[in-house]
């Protein structure tokens, strides 16, 4: 047990020495948390927009007041005719329009939305906002209730994705990449003849990178809580529990990159391959897996990221119990309990 301290603290100061990588594994997560909380995001906000009406009724004056006090739309001109909006609109000046007829104040009907539909998911939201505001829904008897999300922050979506991708990218790159620097060097083989055991050697450079992913969990639920202001519902415990399994999880997947990659570029390239596009494309981190081809979602299934941004979003979003993503936690246990059988028989092969 001594040897195995030993080990833990060697790997554990060439980590925490090196400030560079330091300012990687912990400034990754803020800045990603600043970008995705406030500068990405998929809220609506500011649209610009354009009226078009032949004539300035009560009704008409309350509906553009009513879009230009709402902190989603912005009232840049007002022209009479549709034509005049799809101009403005070409030339980048405008990005939805709204056509009133002539007899709006009478029929209390006949809006037409014009919308820049050059990014479809955003004129989809754009002409959502605009027929929520436009439309007299309570009177049609139409009562829309938004639940867990009620100010509709996109940063409720991606901070669950952002711990998924963040813990799978750091703990299996980094993991990987410090095994093959120690083979690259030549210092691998110096150590696996020493006294102590190679499984040993491989869980002391295991455990610093446990530490740190910890780390990185305590600083995106702070963030998302202090400096987002997303709340937590789910317990505390359940977080936790299912991050570590999916951080066990990651840490022997880049055991099993370290296996096959001979140099550090090659373990990096691996990663980023194996990881980085699958987990941002495929996981549900962007797109709704349910709106992917068959084939997409057959692959996507066998990605973890995607079953642990599903047990976080229910857990951290909803506040549901263990009992409502047991099917994800097992899942990911039996994935994690794959890997590192895989990943140790790997490792003795190698060495044999």
């Known amino acids: 047990m001594n040897k195995f301290n030993s080990f833990v603290i060697k790997e554990s100061k060439h980590i925490f020495r090196d400030k560079r990588l330091m300012l990687i594994l912990f400034g990754m997560p ?14 609506v906000k500011n649209v610009r927009a354009v009226v078009v009406t032949s004539s300035i009724d009560h009704l008409t004056q309350r509906k553009v007041q009513q879009l230009s006090m709402s902190e989603y739309f912005n009232i840049v001109q007002t022209v009479s005719t549709p ?20 007899d709006y104040a009478s029929k209390k009907d006949g809006i037409q939305i014009i919308v820049d539909a050059s990014d479809p998911n955003m004129a989809q939201q754009w002409a959502n906002y605009a027929t929520n505001i436009l439309v007299e829904v309570p009177s049609q008897g139409v009562n829309v209730k938004m639940l867990y999300n009620p100010q509709m922050k996109s940063a409720y979506n991606f901070v669950p994705a952002i711990m998924g991708m963040l813990l799978m990218l750091i703990c299996a790159m980094m993991t990987s990449i410090s095994i093959v ?12 003849v020493s006294p102590v055991r190679p499984i040993v050697i491989i869980l002391a450079k295991v455990v610093p990178y446990l530490i740190v992913a910890f780390g990185i969990l305590a600083v995106i639920l702070l963030m998302s809580k202090f400096v987002l202001g997303i709340p ?18 990651a840490l022997s997947l880049g055991m099993l990159i370290s296996n096959v990659a001979k140099t550090q570029f090659v373990a990096l390239i691996m990663s980023v391959m194996m990881l980085l596009m699958p987990i941002v494309m495929l996981s549900g981190m962007l797109f709704p897996v349910e709106s992917m081809p ?9 990605i973890p990221t995607r079953y642990y941004i599903d047990a976080m979003r229910k857990l951290m979003i909803m506040g549901v119990g263990i009992g409502e993503v047991m099917r994800e936690t097992l899942i990911l246990g039996a994935m994690t309990v794959g890997l590192i059988v895989l990943s140790l028989t790997k490792f003795k092969n190698r060495l044999e």
């Open 83 to 102: 034509a005049e909006a799809e101009k403005l609109i070409c030339g980048q000046k405008a990005d939805i329009a709204l056509v009133f007829s002539a």
């Open 30 to 43: 803020v800045v990603m948390m600043l970008l995705f909380g406030f500068a990405i995001t998929t809220d």
């Open 181 to 192: 620097k120690e083979k690259e060097k030549g210092t691998m083989e110096v150590l696996l």
């Open 294 to 302: 068959k084939v997409l979602q057959w692959i996507s299934a066998v």
């Open 232 to 249: 937590i519902q789910g317990a505390l415990m359940w977080i936790i529990l299912i991050s570590v399994i999916y951080i066990l999880l």
